[in-house]
């Protein structure tokens, strides 16, 4: 009897790992390119950093984190996202304390017990940016614009930009106090949870996945209502800068996020592919305060976004974008003869070294399978090495395309294999 992987979790394998490698990779030097340095933190967290960084009320903390205790009794929690436990990161080590805006990047595997479907996995990788400091429209800006190029760099296309405001702390408790007001005489007709949050964070009752689409969430009363007017210059600014940048936008003013700590400006990228991904954010973001205090820190506000890799992989395949990286094809040793099997491994050491991939057969005796190993990896070239090779210093290089052959020198190898590139 064999295992099977935990539901909700995928093997990434050949070509999809090297795919996800390679998002990784652009996505990281183009952050880089905003000034994001890399962070990397454990997978694993105190629970209190997400109870208190994700917050008590949502449905990340209440249903989906992957908690448990360990030998020594501690409740530990497996990163159910990247923004707790980088404050956390930035608190312990005094990052804050650095002049200036600090800014870095991370990328890794998240945990959720969410229900798996389309777009849906329990373990999923992010790659997130966050910023803290004294964050300005124009770092709103910047940070959406960080996002957007991001995904267009994958060669995403079909992708709609929503933003949203929930104004400061004075805008957002105003807004909840005329959102309580408006669901208290329709409690009834909420789920469970909705009714729940009623009295903890009527906010939360936008994008709920039950309510959210219900015409009673639809008519609920909109942010602009109870926005202060900082607030709502603070919006026009970004939306000012987002115009500037040719990003196109839609206000979306049911966007509230699934955070506890935002404030500001919210936004989610969603795809607009009619396929599996319709209508699902490929990633979100926007600023929060409150969150560094949470954790012991001193009150310095952020902002940051998320992206979803897998997501991003199925857009990119429902858009039939070419594979950003392929297994290199291979230069492929045969050995006619034991000794000259040690002698391809010296040759392969030298070759790996002048970077070319070489692949090898490690127990074959004749030349038959070696290439056929050939011909299975795509190779283009050959090296046959034997005893007349050896005692020549030379190999013969065969052209698998052509079928010609040579005898090269083996001091003139890499200059001949790198003229015919
Ligand atoms: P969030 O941290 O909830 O704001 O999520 C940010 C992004 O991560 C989302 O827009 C998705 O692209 C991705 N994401 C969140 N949850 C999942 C999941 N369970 N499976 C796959 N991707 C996810």
């Known amino acids: 009897m064999g295992y099977q992987k935990i539901k909700g979790t995928q093997d990434f394998i050949g070509e999809r790992a090297l795919s996800l490698a390679s998002i990784r990779d652009r996505l990281v030097a ?11 933190t454990p997978l694993f967290e105190a629970t209190e950093v997400f109870v208190r960084g994700v917050g008590e009320g949502t449905d990340v903390v209440t249903k989906e984190m992957y908690t448990f205790e360990d030998k020594g009794g501690r409740s530990i929690t497996l ?52 910023a803290f400091g004294e964050i300005t429209p124009a770092c709103d800006v ?34 909840s106090a005329a959102l309580r007001e408006y669901f208290t005489p329709h409690e009834a007709e909420l789920c469970e949870d909705c009714r729940n949050r009623l009295a903890k964070n009527p906010l939360r009752i936008l994008d709920c996945k039950v309510d959210g689409d219900s015409a009673l969430v639809r008519n609920a009363p909109a942010i602009a209502s109870s926005l202060s ?10 939306k000012d800068g987002l115009t500037a940048l040719g990003i196109p936008f839609v206000i979306d003013p049911t966007l509230v996020r699934g955070l506890d700590y935002y404030t500001g400006c919210v936004f989610e990228i969603q795809s607009t592919h009619e396929d599996a991904l319709k209508g699902l954010a490929l990633g979100g973001g926007g600023k929060y305060s409150g969150l560094m205090k949470s954790l012991g820190g001193p009150d310095v506000p952020g902002i940051g976004y998320a992206l ?17 990286a392929t297994p290199a094809r ?37 030349l038959k399978p070696q290439f056929r190993l050939a011909e299975r990896l795509g190779a283009q070239r050959l090296i046959i090495i ?19 052959q040579e005898t090269v020198r083996e001091a003139d190898l890499v200059k001949t294999l790198r003229e015919g590139k």
């Open 386 to 404: 034997g005893e007349a090779e050896r005692d020549s210093a030379t190999v013969t290089l065969k052209d698998l395309t052509t079928g010609m």
């Open 229 to 238: 007017s900082e607030a709502k210059s603070y919006f026009a600014e970004v």
């Open 79 to 130: 990163r159910p996202e990247g923004t707790a436990a980088v404050v956390r990161a930035v608190v312990e080590n005094k990052l804050y304390a650095l002049p200036g805006l600090k800014k870095y990047c991370y990328f890794g595997p998240m945990f959720r017990y969410e229900r798996p479907q389309a777009g849906r996995f329990r373990e999923f990788h992010q790659f997130g940016v966050e």
């Open 308 to 324: 979803g890799i897998e997501r991003i992989m199925t857009a990119r395949e429902l858009l039939a974008r070419p594979a950003l």
């Open 330 to 366: 291979p230069l492929v040793i045969a050995s006619l003869d034991p000794a000259s099997r040690t002698h391809a491994l010296v040759l392969a050491r030298d070759l790996r070294a002048a970077g070319f991939t070489v692949e090898l057969d490690y127990s074959a005796t004749s």
């Open 30 to 40: 183009g952050a880089e390119r905003f000034g994001y340095l890399p962070i990397m």
């Open 142 to 175: 910047d940070v959406i614009a960080c996002a957007w190029e991001g995904l267009k760099s994958l060669g995403i296309t079909d992708m709609v930009l929503k933003i949203n405001t929930i104004g400061d702390f004075a805008s957002r408790e105003a807004y």
